[in-house]
């Protein structure tokens, strides 16, 4: 069965780091692309950063860029998202999500297809 | 960033009842759209990925259509579970956007 469980929420000054990370199994973890995704008290969804197999390949959206860095470790079936210079309004519940990437002769797809339960993190003085 | 625009925002409808709901994109991102379903308290669930595809194990009352710039997703007949908020997500280029989402009511 696969399972995504993220930990390392919390309650932190505006200014603050914190390292969140998402625990795998049930799968090959080292065989699929990773994102996080957040969702702000009341809001939308947000998707926030994805790496690649090897973590090789990053991308993020701008508002985090310089701030927060994915990564992972596949010899421990972890992804990581350390956040660093934490604002207001990145207080949210932080999913992590696999990404089933699919492709056919033409066109690649991402499928966000297993979702964490999430982990949330409050930045608040 | 390519902007997403669903609607609507929310809705009200009865068991039984079809409903569509819209995704506009702000440029064209051929057919590189899923939507998802996300129930209180929960995390989101896959339904369609590729515009049109059914994820594995997803209800057929459940489909989607589109391409280029306008997408929708329909449900034939609803049921009591499917009252929920639904989003969409651009997987054409990065960052990914989701729409805003639109909540769905039991009238």
């Known amino acids: 069965e696969v399972q995504l469980v993220e930990s390392g929420g919390g309650l932190v000054q505006p200014g603050g780091s914190l390292r969140l990370s998402c625990a795998a199994s049930?799968?090959?973890?080292?065989?699929?692309?990773m994102n996080w995704v957040r969702q702000a008290p009341g809001k939308g969804l947000e998707w926030v950063a994805n790496?690649?197999?090897?973590?090789?390949?990053?991308y993020s959206v701008d508002s985090v860029k310089g701030r927060f860095t994915i990564s992972r470790d596949n010899d421990k079936n972890s992804l990581y998202l350390q956040m660093n210079s934490l604002r207001a309004e990145d207080t949210a519940v932080y999913y992590c999500?696999?990404?089933?990437?699919?492709?056919?002769?033409?066109?690649?797809?991402?499928?966000?297809?297993?979702w964490g339960q999430g982990t949330l993190v409050t930045v608040s003085s | 960033a390519i902007q997403m625009t669903q609607s609507p925002s929310s809705l009200s409808a009865s068991i039984g009842d079809r409903v569509t709901i819209t995704c506009r994109a702000s440029?064209?991102?051929?057919?590189?759209l899923g939507w998802y379903q996300q129930k209180p308290g929960k995390a989101p669930n896959l339904l369609i990925y590729?515009?049109?595809s059914l994820q594995s194990g997803v209800p057929s009352r459940f489909s989607g259509s589109g391409s280029g710039t306008d997408f929708t997703l329909t449900i034939s007949s609803l049921q009591p579970g499917d009252f929920a908020t639904y989003y969409c997500?651009?997987?054409?280029?990065?960052?990914?956007?989701f729409g805003q989402g639109t909540k769905l009511e039991i009238k």
């Open positions: 049930g799968f090959t973890f080292s065989s699929y692309w």
């Open positions: 790496i690649n197999r090897d973590g090789s390949e990053k």
């Open positions: 999500a696999r990404d089933h990437g699919y492709c056919t002769s033409s066109n690649c797809y991402d499928l966000l297809d297993y």
């Open positions: 997500l651009q997987d054409y280029n990065y960052p990914r956007t």
């Open positions: 440029q064209d991102i051929r057919n590189d």
């Open positions: 590729a515009a049109s």
